[in-house]
């Protein structure tokens, strides 16, 4: 079994900045950790992935520049650092490996 924890959520002005650890704890699996957010009344959307073998990532238009996914092997963390957010920024943010999801955490950003 994995467990996923996301944290780092809050509410923050326009232009700032915030940092979302997935910390996974359980036995290790491999897989590709992706971010997903769901906005009131929106689809869920894909944010950004970084893949199990080679660290690459990838993100959504909407957040590239502006976001990074990374990853700390020791700490079984995956982290989200978010800059010059926007109040479009605004939902819960998920973080996925495998079938494994965990409880999200709320972005809030204000104009």
């Known amino acids: 079994q994995v467990q996923l924890v996301e944290s780092g959520g809050g509410l923050v002005q326009a232009g700032g900045s915030l940092r979302l650890p997935c910390a996974a704890s359980?036995?290790?699996?491999?897989?590709?950790t992706i971010w997903y957010r769901h906005a009131p009344g929106k689809v869920r959307e894909f944010v950004a992935t970084i893949t199990w073998s080679r660290g690459q990532t990838y993100y959504a238009d909407s957040v590239k520049g502006r976001f990074t996914i990374s990853r700390d092997n020791g700490n079984n963390t995956v982290y989200l650092q978010m800059e010059k957010l926007k109040p479009e920024d605004t939902a819960i943010y998920y973080c996925t490996l495998q079938q494994f999801w965990g409880q999200g955490t709320q972005v809030t950003v204000s104009s």
């Open positions: 359980g036995r290790a699996i491999p897989g590709n």
